[in-house]
């Protein structure tokens, strides 16, 4: 049965992703007073670039092909181990939040490869752009890490969800700022405004999109939606450990479904957060995007002396 | 007027006094001075306006000669300088090293009419490889239909400038871009993000527009010069009316001339909004992408509504306007204006107040003073870095002899300045607008043209929205045009992009790139 589930919820993880993509992206219109396109868009993209023809660069060696499928599965791995309906998963309890942040690197090491390998100079400005910015991401995200891992006396998501599913509903100020933190981290790792603008066409401005700018047809369908997956995992880990509540403990018909419930309302709700950033913020300068980082790092090393100081003892 | 020609006397160039042009006057040196005249007019603060060539053949010379022509300005002054040299031996001083903004425009001469500028920039602009060596399309004996060849070999071994040294790497972007843009190539040397050099290469989109105006009659001309750069169809097709009515001594009833004056402040307003909003969109502020975009938009369909075109392509034609406005329609614009003031105040409150887009826009992509002086630059580049220059203003033409024009000038040079110096245009061509449609006269909307005898000439000056615009046209025999050169003044601006963007970083090439937002069509020509 927790197998079953399991899977299940790798399957929903990975299906609904585009989903949540197109949620944002009709908020977002509709902030502007636009029309916007079906929720299902992101599915019919997908679905128009698989039929598509794959067109690969002469000069692109093995790095370039296996890309899109190794950042794929890697994405896919990494939602083994964050919770998404309920917490007693065998998955989750095989792998910790250490090797989540490590499933992240190994993407990102292979994405900004691939962005090296066809030697185009746009691939090689956005593979530069993507390691600064990881170079000070993976940091803080490794101290929201901790902060967590020193609270609940251990790695692994599952097990300190769990821990704060059975305390009261208090407020812990080593969380809030540890969750400041990540929420800027997942905003710098998914591309969003103000570090990346995932809808420009400017490509002596992208970051992301300059990597994967030589990709096509179904391997770009598979980057497109391993991005589409990375930025539900953010959601997912940023509302299921700060916010716990809802997700079921049990695999019982009823307690999955409320679980599935919370998380939409959960994820649905941090959209809307999300675009009202987005609307209300231009892009920042590139030279801009450390300080930012060293902000979301800054956040997580208060939290974690909060903890030592107030919460310890 | 009277201290340039006392100096270049003092200098023994002759200069001989030819019959003027208005707006300009026409002084003829020999070649072999056209350097040092341009060395002697520099010191004296003359600016650079325009350049081009022409072969005089047929009635007007038993032997037929090339004839160069450079315009300078002065504030409200306008001087034609031309030389004349034998076909033979088609070679003189170049202008450049004392005009920058004369490089170019030298070269394209030098493509495509074979006339050689000594000291000059020897790499090709405009000729890319559609045509053999030695062929020179805008000569006299060359077809109108052009020589075609199968397939034009790619254009490759441009001598680009290099650089060396560690860490220095070249980025080539363009001519085919991610969006839906205009092509045009653009060469960086950056070491990490900085971008040591920028090097433009334009020429893509070359459309023979001044060797498909020879043949024309008026109204054929008119259609051509409307399509130098769609964007300003109406400076452009006023423009090349106007050097059509100076040719043949027309004046425009004072009706269309206002009307005309209405198309281009709506042209004018229209572009301004969807160059800020593009701005915003270049620094993903989208809020105000949308929001300017929709009020353009808005300006469009108006202008299709009453119009008759969203562009307005096509409205002005030779001895007026074909349009007419009734008073019905007079009152919509009049209601549409204060639409827009309303809704206009309300987004620049919210885009000036918000932090983040000051960060982005403020001290990004300076062009200081002395650049924008040496450069030559005019509009609201030239404005936004204290280049006090309006064409209504300066030297106004009807119906801008009636009004009062207030020009923005900023001297920060940066984006942001080049954003708000659009915007306080915007508001200065909502009131020129209000005043034009109360001021409105009635009468006629065109008059005809009578034939002009051959070797006529006129010059059209007009502000349009990106700054001056010049138009040169001469006839030929029966009233059929010989010669028509349409100066976008993106010829003086383009040039700004590359100084203004050095010690920038690359991501931010984009929107100072926008804050220009040079016409490759008006250009390549």
């Known amino acids: ?313 | 007027m009277n201290e340039l020609h006392a100096t270049l006397e003092n200098a023994g160039i002759a200069v001989t006094i030819l019959p003027p042009l208005p707006p300009g006057e026409v002084w003829q040196i020999p070649s072999q001075d056209w350097g040092q005249a341009a060395q002697i007019a520099q010191s004296l603060k003359w600016r650079w306006s325009a350049g081009w060539g022409e072969e005089i053949v047929g009635a007007q010379r038993a032997v037929p000669r090339y004839r160069v022509n450079a315009l300078l300005a002065k504030p409200g002054k306008y001087l034609l300088l031309r030389t004349e040299v034998p076909q033979d031996n088609p070679q003189l001083p170049s202008q450049a090293p004392y005009y920058h903004a004369a490089d170019r425009s030298e070269r394209h001469t030098r493509d495509l009419l074979g006339i050689h500028f000594l000291g000059g920039d020897t790499r090709r602009w405009t000729r890319h490889r559609a045509w053999e060596e030695g062929e020179f399309p805008l000569r006299c004996n060359f077809p109108v239909a052009g020589s075609r060849q199968e397939a034009t070999p790619p254009d490759v071994a441009y001598p680009f400038l290099q650089t060396q040294g560690a860490g220095v790497y070249e980025i080539p972007v363009g001519p085919v871009h991610a969006g839906i843009i205009e092509p045009g190539h653009f060469r960086f040397q950056a070491v990490g993000e900085t971008i040591l050099h920028l090097e433009e290469r334009l020429g893509y989109v070359h459309k023979g527009i001044e060797k498909i105006a020879t043949g024309r009659d008026m109204l054929g001309l008119c259609r051509l010069a409307g399509r130098v750069s769609g964007d300003t169809t109406v400076g452009h097709a006023w423009a090349a009316c106007m050097a059509m009515e100076q040719a043949t001594k027309v004046e425009v009833p004072r009706r269309a001339a206002f009307l005309r004056a209405i198309l281009a402040e709506r042209e004018r307003i229209a572009n301004h909004l969807w160059d800020m909003a593009s701005i915003l969109n270049d620094i993903a502020f989208t809020f105000g992408y949308y929001q300017l975009g929709r009020l353009r938009e808005d300006v469009l369909r108006t202008n299709g509504k009453i119009f008759g075109h969203r562009l307005l392509m096509d409205r002005i034609v030779p001895g007026g306007v074909a349009v007419e406005l009734d008073n019905a329609a007079v009152r919509y614009l009049d209601r549409e204006i204060d639409r827009l003031r309303r809704e206009l105040d309300e987004l620049v409150t919210i885009v000036d107040r918000n932090a983040s887009v000051g960060d982005r826009l403020y001290t990004t992509g300076v062009l200081k003073v002395e650049d924008a002086i040496e450069l030559g630059c005019v509009g609201y580049v030239g404005l936004a870095s204290g280049q006090d220059l309006d064409v209504r203003r300066d030297r106004p033409y009807p119906p801008y002899d009636e009004l009062s024009v207030r020009v923005p000038v900023e001297q920060s040079g940066d984006v942001g300045a080049r954003f708000w110096v659009r915007y306080k245009e915007l508001r200065t061509a909502l009131r020129l607008l209000r005043q034009l449609l109360e001021r409105l006269p009635d009468g006629p909307t065109r008059v005809d043209l009578a034939v002009p005898e051959e070797g006529a000439e006129g010059l059209g000056i007009v502000e349009g929205w990106r700054g001056e615009i010049v138009s040169y046209v001469r006839f030929g025999p029966d009233g059929k045009i010989a010669r028509f050169f349409p100066r976008d003044p993106s010829w003086l601006n383009w040039p700004a992009l590359e100084r203004l963007i050095l010690g920038n970083i690359v991501p931010e090439f984009p929107v100072c790139n926008k804050s220009v937002n040079g016409s490759y069509s008006g250009v390549d020509l």
């Not at chain 1, 901790?146 to 059975?166: D, Q």
């Not at chain 1, 509903?169 to 400041?180: H, K």
């Not at chain 1, 450990?241 to 018909?253: K, N, T, Y």
């Not at chain 1, 030279?287 to 060293?294: I, S, T, V």
Request: charged share 10%.
């Open chain 1, 1 to 313: 049965m927790a197998w079953l589930v399991n899977v299940l919820q790798i399957v929903l993880f990975v299906a609904a992703s585009p989903l949540l993509v197109g949620w944002i992206k009709k908020l977002k219109c509709w902030s502007q007073n636009r029309r916007a396109p079906s929720i299902l868009q992101p599915y019919r993209d997908l679905a128009k670039l698989l039929r598509k023809e794959t067109v690969v660069p002469e000069r692109a060696s093995w790095v370039f092909r296996l890309s899109p499928y190794l950042i794929f599965a890697v994405a896919v791995l990494a939602c083994a181990i964050v919770p998404l309906l309920a917490v007693h998963l065998p998955t989750a309890a095989l792998a910790d939040v250490i090797v989540l942040v490590g499933f992240l690197a190994l993407a990102r090491f292979f994405q900004a490869l691939a962005g090296l390998d066809v030697g185009t100079a746009f691939g090689g400005m956005g593979s530069s752009r993507e390691m600064t910015i990881a170079s000070l991401a993976e940091p803080a995200m490794l101290m929201v890490v901790f902060t967590l891992a020193v609270s609940m006396g251990t790695t692994n998501l599952a097990s300190a969800i769990e821990t704060l599913l059975h305390q009261l509903p208090l407020i812990r100020p080593s969380f809030v700022f540890a969750a400041l933190g990540l929420a800027l981290v997942a905003v710098a790792e998914t591309g969003r405004i103000p570090v990346d603008n995932p809808a420009t066409h400017l490509e002596l401005t992208m970051i992301h999109e300059a990597m994967i700018l030589e990709y096509s047809g179904h391997h770009l369908a598979l980057i497109e939606w391993a991005a589409q997956i990375r930025l539900m995992l953010y959601g997912a880990l940023l509302v299921n450990v700060f916010l716990p509540w809802g997700l079921a403990e049990s695999f019982d018909p009823s307690s999955l479904g409320l679980g599935l419930l919370a998380i939409a309302v959960k994820l649905g709700g941090l959209a809307g957060l999300l675009v009202l950033v987005e609307i209300l913020l231009a892009k920042m300068r590139l030279f801009r995007a450390p300080q930012f980082l060293g902000f979301a790092y800054l956040l997580a090393l208060v939290g974690m002396l909060i903890h030592v100081i107030l919460e310890v003892g």
